[in-house]
């Protein structure tokens, strides 16, 4: 399969999941977007998107929508052949091998799952196993969350600061204390978030930049706005644009972000939040896979960033490591703030929370009410955060058994990466530079990398 054939293959696979689930990759806020999250790549649109019954479905929310548009569904499919360009993908990816054909055999794979489980809330098909689910999108079976040890390090900090953590009860009373003296002040978010950024930038001038080519060291890594959102399910939404141009037709590499406004959240956790979004997490991430695309380093799949896949867990790992990476330290412990600890542990609860709803919700079918106090009294998490996470994210068909155990497979598997690695190898490889790459085929690249550095 040619290059340009390839692309639309992968255009039209991944646009036609995603019009089938009611998103819109065109749509500049998060509420309209869903699977495909980005199109910057300057090509035409496939007809995926614009059949006038593509347009339909996203207006009726798809496959998702409470009451589906079965019609419409049947229109968009007798004229465009989704699962044929899946499959097409994935025979191109195993036909092609190597480091790029795994990751396209990857995305189809999870593309497939996806297209399965519109057949099953189509009643079309078999109820798609949960196993099924967690492994495609993260490499790796499901399994429960452990928050103890983050617990453990958590009460020990909150002591030290004089709060009173001797029982269950009190632990989740300081949490909610601490937080409270250090709420972020919401009309001061657009200042607050300049300022954080500015000391991520410089953290990652130091601790990312050295390590990545001449050519990419001078790309805009945090180009955004941030916008309040009312009444989202979400707790925010980074959404990379990466279609305005420069006189010259370079890319601006822009971005914004969608802050929910009835969020609580302490300053701490804003700045774990804005170096997970922004820098050196996802903006700078896609930023820097929008330029290697430009220097014609990646194919056409890196300019379309797909939900509920392998990569896109991989995007979470890095983005959950990002304040360590521009700190320049692989441990919790080596941040040099307190506070600072404390944020990114209650950050990582909150993850290992949206595993955990995953995992009591579609494993041991567990009710919303019982979900939401596990979250709420086991991972700290805030009510607000306690109840989305249960209810929203937690019961969604896609997303409670796709999405929400990639950020812990993620996380964990970024982390034992950068302990074991040492920052001029992986840093290099996690951003692409070697190639696009997921949860399961970073490890190809870093065998690579291993092996040359061995021989020399």
Known sequence: ???????????????????????????????????????????KLPKAYTHPAAARLRESGGVGAKSIDMATIDAYLEAIDVEGAIRSLVGAGEGMGGLRGAYLTGTGQCLLIMWDLVQELLGRGEKVPYDRCVLGSTGRPPEPSQPQAKREALAALLARQGFTVATPTDLLAAVDGWRTERLV??????????????????????????????????????????????????SGSMNYIGRARNKNGS????????????????VPEFLQLVSHEVVPGHVTNSALIQALYVQGKLGFESTVLTMNTRGAALFEGIANNAILIAFGVTEIEDLPDDDLKIGL????????????????????????????????????????????????????????RMYLPAYRAGTEKVAQLRRQYPPEVILPALYNVSGLVDLVTIDQVLTKKSLGKAKR
């Open 1 to 43: 399969m040619n290059e340009k054939t390839l692309a639309r293959t992968c255009a039209k696979a991944i646009l036609g999941i995603d019009t089938l689930w009611g998103g819109d990759v065109l749509n500049p806020s998060g509420t309209g977007r869903f699977i495909a999250d980005s199109w910057f790549a300057d090509q």
């Open 185 to 234: 002040p919401k009309k001061s978010i657009p200042q607050l978030a300049d300022a954080i950024i500015a000391q991520l930038e410089a953290g990652t001038a130091r601790n990312l930049v050295p390590y990545l080519p001449k050519k990419l060291r001078d790309i805009p890594r945090a180009n955004i706005r941030f916008l309040p959102i009312e009444n989202a399910w979400f």
């Open 251 to 266: 890319p601006q590499y822009e971005a914004t972000y969608e802050l929910n406004a009835a969020l609580q959240i302490s």
């Open 345 to 400: 542990l209650l950050a990582l609860l909150q993850d290992d929370a949206k595993n955990q709803s995953s995992w009591l919700t579609w494993k041991e079918d567990c009710p919303q009410a019982e979900v939401a106090s596990v979250l709420r009294q086991d991972y700290l998490c805030s009510e607000e955060r306690a109840d989305k996470l249960s209810g929203a994210w937690g019961r969604h068909p896609l997303l409670g």
